[in-house]
């Protein structure tokens, strides 16, 4: 009954893309799409191209190159202390802040109006803000900032999830008694088995950073912004032609995204021959500043984060406030009377889908677990790229074709199409935070119980499952938290009709009223984060009394 | 009818490479001690017997319990109970569930029960039933796994490793009891260990595996 | 494999051949029977909450004519526009997932040359009968006729949006703004072009700048640089005295309000002349705000819905788009708190008990008066907005 499981899971995942691939090529090609005049030189003839491709592959690779290295100073330098478990209690919710939430309360911190300036401008009575620009330079550092600071937490919890795969602090003892600091030991010895294990979803930061639409458009540059954000203004020109342009954009984004992480994976055969040199130059690291810089710069990123949030909670209930005023003339609740009926109306059908697409994803997930253990079936390495190929072709590359492909056979828009479209995105995640702790189950458990008569499906439900229920509600809870953050997905697979929280706190985004920002920021923010709450408090509840189950 | 394990032929192979050969017979109650250095096949033989033979593995050969070929058959089907050196209690269900996780179909709910009571009381553990298992010391969970095993009624016994992880002064005890119960019970058992005290305790036949 | 046939079958079939299942708009009596307990997806622009309040006010009153009215939510009016052609091109001509556009301009003016509007109807609508059709611009859109394929529900003029506690006499010229902007430097902005508010801002320094605005009726033509030579010269001069000189710029209208708000620029542009005064009541503006017009009138236009060729809802579009028309609807619309736009009617036709009603609304503390108001100038036509904004996009939109 299993069987048929990883074959459905695989055209799940792969059918989707290749479609929405299929649905771009035509389009920048000249079909589909009438009237489109050689959409390819008139995308390469865009004035902006350049500078465009530049700024999203720069702010890309340095934000991954930033989250990546701050993940591993933080975990090098503070693995087991006081201050990483409140740095990883402070960070772990940020997780499921949606990016549009967090680039749009981090963007009125840092603006030269923002939080952080007004203080100084309240001290010094400036009445007018310095013109600096600060949010959307030219060169994409602010976007860079900003996606850094909602990566970091992605790729901690990763990596810490890897940690247990590799004897960390057995390694790491070894490595401190033949005389190496803490920093350098663990960067010899532990980074490259956890890199191993990361490196997928490294590189799904890595193409994130060069692709995404809703951090860039907050906190991007504009003249011009980058080239996905250029991708999504074609796809809604009123030119209609243009959108062959925004199809041949979005290959033209692919091929990019692909030498970007053909470079990024030379990198790591580069990075792999210096570290083996430092091995055996036997240098260490100036442990003190490393240490520092880790733990500074990460605390920095949760602070600011942090503080995003609470601009978003403050302008939800501010009357008027203006510069330089650090808060409100007065504090009112007409926001959310305003908005806030419609938010949680909306919430519900958020809810509603985030939980179906998690329980297909989930029910997909286990079978395709079950079955790797009963049947063996498993692709290995093959499977893990095929997992990830949603989430390493650009979102603006196949989506649009996704849209148009299931039209041409006749499947309008519809909530069935976004439910889809979500799973497309929820399973990978799903299958990655489950994957781990299933393998890690100590198969012993189910040898006794067979011994004792247990059949297969008894081990499942009343062993397995049970014990596992911890990793299971984590896995339900991250995949609520993508199915609400899908942007994209849901406006173009539900053809405006299917409105999430996202969709209309981006809609909402483009007016600027902070006010409405931050009732729906917070509310989505909120939406992402009670699974993750509910997924701590139940098995803490359901097992109180089980010592046995709290580390599991 | 031929009762007790008999090991007829068995030759394990990975990969063409034959790993062990072996043909053995255990009587009800006795015990056959398997000795060899890690990687001589020992946990091997014991997942033949099991059923749960990983697909790198080949075996051929067959081998019998109280006469019937276990070849083919679901390892839930055979009625053969393992012990780890580990006690693994599932920890998700208190001590009395655990107890009850093997107990053959039928009865009523207080059958069950007092069959459950009855075999804590038989191990000293009177009234341990609501306990969470991770709360036992050491030697109480060892009696524990095997009062579980041994209320599935089982038909054979394997025992991996099972005495190493317990303190010096437990192990001798737990041994005892043990090969007590196992012989009281008339189920014939399959050792493997690295301990020549092990195999001493046991008093029964013992094979010396190579590389 | 079948879906590459299903591809290539789908192309063969994209043939137009417009099925017609729609009612016939000069039978309301049959409209508004069949309206009933039909589901409209009106596909509006969602950046306002104003907007969307008064939608959902629309939405009420569909509700006793039996029609279920839903706002969907755009960032962009094309997007709408996308979907009805996605969906023509795969062979859906009825069934629509679009029932009802809130539309002008350009996007108007694609969608009736490529076919895809049903009508006409607007002058079939019982409401039409109060429409201003001699004095307002409500039968032509950005000068391409409307022929009933679109019925209009708003009058839109460019306004400055100004605070007056920075700005003692604001600039009511091309030439003075510029003034202006040299001794406040980083003080103005205007929303990124091809933002229409934006390009509505190139548009009117335009009319400001030539000398000859008739041309601007006529499509572009081979004359464009000559004609526009002037205005790129005053951009050159305007945008290193711009808030961040230029290398940045607001996304959209309403986000200018919250720059002023900030304190990072001293003015700003609206569609609407009520617009700053709902922003004051919502806190979203200084109560020091202003509004004023260039000496030599400004830009104005009107709003539409048109309702696609495969709409699913045509007879219940039509009752929305005849709710949208009613004198009430058209006052709440004009209430300053509320919404602030301006209506389409001519009080001559209305009921004395409605006129009163119009003329006893407060405009509120930042909107001008009609008279105030002053000229209203009529749109270029659409090629010349799409032309400006490419051209500003080339020449600043990605330079360094």
């Known amino acids: 009954m299993l069987r048929p499981l990883p074959l459905l899971t695989t055209l799940v995942l792969a059918g989707p893309v290749l479609v929405g691939l299929i649905g771009a090529v035509l389009p920048a090609f000249g079909y589909l799409v009438p009237g489109a005049d050689m959409p390819f030189s008139r995308a390469l003839d865009w004035p902006g191209l350049t500078r465009a491709l530049g700024v999203s592959v720069f702010s890309g690779v340095l934000s991954t190159l930033g989250a990546l290295g701050l993940a591993t100073l933080i975990l090098a330098g503070w693995h087991g202390t006081r201050p990483f478990a409140w740095l990883e209690r402070a960070l772990s919710p940020l997780l499921a802040v949606p990016h549009a939430a967090a680039a749009l309360g981090l963007a009125f911190v840092v603006a030269p109006s923002g939080w952080l300036m007004r203080a ?327 040898q006794v119980a067979t011994g004792l008569g247990a059949s297969r499906n008894r081990v499942l439900w009343r062993l397995r499952l049970p014990m596992l229920i911890g990793p299971i509600l984590t896995a339900v809870a991250v995949g609520m938290a993508v199915s609400v953050g899908q942007y994209l997905t849901t406006l173009l697979l539900g053809g405006g009709r299917v409105t999430t929280m996202v969709t209309e706190a981006v809609a909402l985004a483009s007016g600027g009223n902070r006010r409405a920002i931050g009732v729906w920021g917070l509310g989505q923010a909120l939406a992402a984060l009670l699974p993750f709450a509910l997924a701590l408090l139940l098995p803490a509840i359901l097992y109180r009394n089980r010592r046995g189950m709290r580390h599991g | 009818m031929d009762r007790g394990l008999r090991i007829e032929g068995l030759r394990i192979t990975r990969g063409g490479e034959t790993l062990l050969a072996i043909d053995a017979h255990v009587a009800p109650g006795a015990v056959l001690t398997l000795m060899g250095p890690s990687g001589s096949g020992k946990s091997t033989l014991l997942s033949v017997v099991m059923g749960d033979l990983a697909p790198a593995f080949r075996a051929t050969g067959r081998v019998l319990l109280d006469g019937r070929d276990l070849t083919g058959l679901a390892p839930e089907a055979r009625h053969v109970g393992i012990l780890y050196q580990d006690p693994l209690l599932f920890p998700h269900l208190d001590v009395a569930t655990n107890l009850a996780f093997g107990l053959p179909r039928g009865g009523t709910r207080a059958e069950r029960r007092a069959a459950v009571e009855a075999a804590l009381a038989e191990i000293g553990l009177d009234g341990y039933g609501p306990r969470d298992p991770a709360t036992l010391s050491g030697g109480q969970a060892a009696r524990v796994a095997l009062m579980r095993t041994l209320l599935s009624k089982p038909c054979a016994l394997l025992l991996d490793e099972p005495f190493s992880k317990l303190d010096t002064d437990r192990r001798d005890q737990i041994r005892q009891l043990v090969f007590a119960r196992a012989r009281a019970a008339e189920i014939p058992v399959l050792m493997v260990t690295h301990d020549a005290a092990d195999a001493e305790a046991a008093g029964g036949e013992i094979i010396r595996l190579g590389v | 494999m079948r879906l590459a046939l299903s591809l290539l079958a789908a192309l063969a079939l994209s043939a137009p051949a417009t099925a017609q299942t729609a009612p016939d708009p000069t039978d309301w009596a049959a409209v508004s029977t069949a309206a009933r307990g039909q589901t409209v997806y009106w596909h509006a622009w969602g950046g306002s909450t104003a907007t969307n309040d008064f939608i959902a006010w629309i939405g009420e009153q569909a509700a006793e004519e039996g029609v279920d009215l839903r706002h969907v939510k755009l960032t962009d009016t094309a997007d709408a526009v996308g979907v009805v052609l996605n969906e023509l091109q795969s062979g859906i001509e009825s069934g629509g997932s679009v029932d009802l556009i809130w539309i002008n301009g350009a996007n108007f003016a694609s969608m009736k040359e490529a076919g895809l509007l049903f009508g006409p109807f607007a002058q079939h609508l019982p409401n039409w009968r109060y429409v201003d059709t001699e004095d307002k611009t409500v039968e032509t859109d950005f000068t391409v006729p409307t022929q009933g394929y679109e019925s209009p529900w708003a009058m839109a003029q460019l306004v400055f949006v100004y605070d007056s506690a920075d700005v003692e006499t604001p600039p009511a010229s091309a030439a003075k703004l510029l003034q202006w902007a040299h001794e406040n430097p980083g003080r103005f902005t205007f929303p990124q072009p091809p933002d229409f508010l934006g390009t509505t801002f190139l548009k009117q320094m335009l009319i400001e700048l030539t000398d000859d605005t008739a041309r601007l009726q006529d499509p572009v033509g081979d004359d464009y640089e000559e004609v526009t030579g002037i205005l790129w010269d005053y951009l050159d001069q305007l945008e290193p005295l711009l808030w961040r000189q230029g290398r940045a710029y607001p996304e959209t209208g309403p986000r200018q309000f919250q720059l002023i708000n900030d304190g990072e620029v001293d003015i700003a542009l609206s569609f609407s002349p009520g617009e700053a005064t709902t922003a004051i009541e919502n806190f979203e503006l200084p109560e020091s705000v202003r509004t004023y017009v260039l000496e030599g009138g400004t830009l104005g236009n009107a709003s539409f819905v048109a309702i696609p060729v495969n709409a699913n809802a045509h007879a219940g579009a039509m009752v929305v788009a005849d709710i949208l028309l009613s004198p009430a609807a058209q006052l709440r619309a004009q209430t300053p708190d509320i919404l602030g736009y301006g209506t389409v009617l001519d009080m001559e036709k209305l009921s004395e008990e409605d006129r009163a009603a119009f003329a006893e609304l407060d405009l509120g503390i930042a909107t001008l008066s009609p008279e105030e108001l002053g000229t209203v100038l009529p749109e270029p036509h659409p090629t010349w907005a799409t032309r400006l904004a490419a051209d500003w996009v080339a020449r600043y939109g990605v330079a360094d």
């Open chain 1, 120 to 446: 100084p401008a309240t001290l010094l009575g400036w009445e007018r803000p310095p013109d600096l620009l600060i949010l959307g330079d030219p060169f994409g550092l602010s976007l860079a900032a900003g996606l850094v600071a909602k990566e970091l937490p992605f790729l901690l919890l990763m990596m810490l999830a890897a940690l247990g795969q590799v004897q960390a602090g057995s390694r790491l003892a070894v490595a401190r008694s033949l005389g190496q600091g803490r920093v350098a030991g663990w960067l010899k010895t532990i980074f490259p088995g956890v890199y191993a294990q990361v490196r997928l979803p490294v590189l799904v930061v890595l193409v994130f950073g060069v692709t995404n639409v809703d951090v860039a458009v907050i906190l991007g540059p504009t003249t011009p912004s980058t080239l996905s954000v250029q991708i999504t203004r074609w796809m809604t020109d009123p030119d209609l032609s243009t959108r062959a342009v925004a199809a041949a954009g979005g290959l033209i984004l692919f091929a990019a995204t692909l030498a970007v992480l053909a470079a990024w994976i030379a990198g790591e055969h580069v990075l792999a021959r210096l570290g083996r040199a430092w091995v055996w130059s036997g240098h260490g690291l100036p442990e003190r500043a490393a240490r520092g810089t880790g733990l500074g710069l990460a605390t920095v990123s949760a602070v600011m984060v942090l503080l995003g949030l609470a601009a978003l909670a403050v302008w939800s209930v501010a009357a008027r406030w203006t510069f330089p005023d650090l808060l409100p003339e007065g504090l009112t609740l007409r926001s959310w009377n305003r908005f806030g009926p419609e938010m949680l109306a909306t919430a519900g059908d958020t809810m509603l889908l985030a939980v179906a697409a998690t329980l297909v994803s989930l029910v997909l997930v286990i079978g395709c677990l079950e079955a790797e253990v009963r049947h063996g079936l498993t692709a290995g390495q093959r499977a893990l790229w095929l997992l990830y190929l949603p989430l390493l072709i650009p979102q603006v590359t196949f989506l649009p074709g996704l849209q148009l492909l299931p039209l041409s056979l006749g499947i309008g828009p519809s909530l069935w199409l976004v439910l889809l479209g979500h799973v497309v995105f929820v399973l990978p995640y799903v299958f990655l935070s489950l994957s781990g702790p299933f393998h890690a189950w100590d198969p012993r458990f189910a």
